[in-house]
């Protein structure tokens, strides 16, 4: 038994297909769908090793190379124990892939890029930064300061907690040095 389907009812199917893949395809958004929702960036300090925060989540140490997530706005904050820490901003341009969006008026595919962060591109996506060493007294520096009475009681209470919250003294050492200081 032959089973026969008006060509007009072929017809009506396949143009539905047809609109319905390419409105799919179009509401994906141009630069989505090229540039991706990340963008390669490399960073670097000197010295090596320095942590490194993207826009407020640690992403790795330096030297960096790999995808970070495309936004409008970048803050990349680079930092070493004993060493100043150093804040970068970068701001994105519109990613050049949107003009296809806008060249159609398609206003999905513009809020899918922007949504996805693919909108934006940065312009310049190196960071090199030279980082320079502070100087932060020991314990040890502190405690022949008070010895030597250059400094107080009160003072040297202060250094020693200062030094705990820096991470340069452990809990337990800091309160032994603030009982026998008393």
Known sequence: MTVCIPMKTLEKSF??????????????????????????FKIDSTPPGAKISYNGKEIGTTPFEGPVPRTENAEIVISLDDYETKTVNRHANMNPMVAGNLVSFFVPGVIVDISTGAFYKFKNPTVEVTLKKTHVPSLEFWRKMLESGAITKEMYREKTME????????????????????
């Open 15 to 40: 143009h539905t297909a047809a609109v319905s893949l390419v409105a799919v395809f179009l509401a994906s958004g141009c630069a989505t769908l090229v540039s991706g929702s990340h963008q390669q």
């Open 163 to 182: 030094l705990r919250q820096s991470g340069k003294i452990d809990e337990a050492t800091m309160r032994e040095e603030l009982l026998q200081t008393k």
